[in-house]
């Protein structure tokens, strides 16, 4: 006899309903996909599409008005230190430091004192940011103050990341460096990473699986499997091969979107 694993997500039929005065809006509508442990799935489609929407249900932070969502067979009811979130805008708390932002999850879950200081200096050296633990968030740069929001969910160790247009607001080339730092912590961590992004070359670069949406209300229209996000850990810049196949596939994309 087989047994069948679950899988690590179900999104089981959801459908997503927000009450507004004009009436109800359907955000979302028959969402059914599975994410796998270890997979890395980026998420694009116009504005108004539902793709915030699906995170936070994902997250928890909302219940589908239809359908279910499970993380390994078990219903998605409430927020969890297991599935961390990262977004736009980085939320840090300016009065404290650093170190102290990247430790105030642990405190709150009272890990032991010894643990949050060796979690704290690793994942500090892993982003690049033991050197200025001391400082206040406030006075780094906007690329630096994601850095402290990508470390301060990782420290928790979730087992899924989810990031909401995390780079959206910086310049080009700090976005280049953040996308390298999450995809090498991606491998490294060998976490579950779910993100949203309007930037289709992000996300045919960051994902292993790309799901692409439609208008609202939101349906997942097609989804690509890819391999660039290997090519580009295998290469020093962190350069992936721009061929046919990666044009037309962008090509497609845009035409769904724009549809």
């Known amino acids: 006899m087989t047994i069948t694993k679950p899988a690590f997500i179900d ?23 599975q994410i796998n442990q270890g997979d890395f799935i ?11 929407t699906l ?14 969502c499970q993380m390994e067979d078990k219903l998605i009811t409430q927020p ?48 690049g940011l033991l050197h200025v633990k ?18 301060r969910t990782l420290v928790n160790k979730p087992k899924m990341i989810l990031m ?14 953040m ?4 995809r090498d912590l991606w491998q490294e961590e060998k976490t579950t990473v779910f993100l949203i992004t309007h930037d289709i070359d992000e996300a045919m670069t960051l994902g292993n699986r790309v799901w692409v949406m439609s208008k ?13 996000t290997y090519q580009a850990l295998t290469d020093e810049r962190h350069r992936v091969s721009v061929d046919d196949k990666y044009l037309t596939i962008k090509n497609e994309i845009l035409d769904i979107i724009g549809a």
């Open 11 to 33: 999104i089981n039929q959801v459908s997503v309903v927000y009450d507004s005065k004009k009436g109800p809006v359907t955000a979302i509508e028959q969402i059914d996909k």
């Open 80 to 127: 969890s230190w297991e599935r961390g979130v990262v977004f736009q805008d980085s939320t840090l708390y300016p009065w404290m430091s650093v170190q102290e932002n990247i430790e105030y999850g642990l405190k709150m879950r009272q890990v032991n004192p010894t643990m949050i200081k060796e979690r704290t200096e690793s994942i500090l050296e892993q982003v």
């Open 55 to 68: 995170l936070k249900v994902i997250a928890g932070f909302i219940q589908p008005t239809k359908g279910t």
């Open 216 to 228: 609202n209300p939101g349906k997942i229209e097609k989804e690509y499997q890819l391999d660039y």
């Open 179 to 182: 996308q390298g730092l999450t």
């Open 164 to 177: 909401d247009e995390p780079f959206g607001a910086l310049d080009a080339l700090t976005r280049l460096n």
């Open 42 to 52: 980026c998420v694009l489609g116009p504005s108004g599409c539902g793709k915030s």
């Open 134 to 151: 001391d400082a206040h968030t406030f006075e780094l740069s906007g690329g630096m103050q994601q850095r402290v929001a990508v470390a």
